[in-house]
Nanobody
Framework: QVHLEESGGGSVEAGGSRSLSCTLS????????MAWFRQVPGKEREFVAV????????DYAGSAKGRFTIVKETDRNTVSLHMSAMKPEDTAVYYC????????????????????WGQGTQVLVSS
């Protein structure tokens, strides 16, 4: 059974950096597309970044492009989200997600495509 656990949330000042980590247990992450989503109260959970099963392909939401980096370490079964130049609008609960990959190059962008989720970790960016 797949279990995802996030860590690294907390407070950061605008313009600063913060890194989140997610560990997948119960299966090897080599078989999974993994992603980060975020959610603020009253809004839909939104896509932030995704990495394919072997870590070679990544993609980002427009709001994250150029500021966030997703990295998958398959030997450690972890995926990290390195966030820089942070803005108050990055404040959210960040969720790690995983889905079995059908093809090696697959990237999935919608929350409906993921069936494994972490519990979420809060990030607060102060201005």
């Amino acid at each position: 059974q797949v279990h995802l656990e996030e860590s690294g949330g907390g407070s950061v000042e605008a313009g600063g950096s913060r890194s989140l980590s997610c560990t997948l247990s119960g299966q090897t992450s080599n078989n999974y597309v993994m992603a980060w989503f975020r959610q603020v109260p009253g809004k839909e959970r939104e896509f932030v970044a995704v990495v394919n099963r072997n870590g070679a392909r990544t993609d980002y939401a427009g709001s994250a492009k150029g500021r966030f980096t997703i990295v998958k370490e398959t030997d450690r079964n972890t995926v990290s989200l390195h966030m820089s130049a942070m803005k108050p609008e990055d404040t959210a609960v960040y969720y790690c997600a995983a889905a079995l990959a059908y093809e090696s190059a697959d990237l999935y962008y919608t929350k409906q495509q993921y069936n494994h989720w972490g519990q979420g970790t809060q990030v607060l960016v102060s201005s």
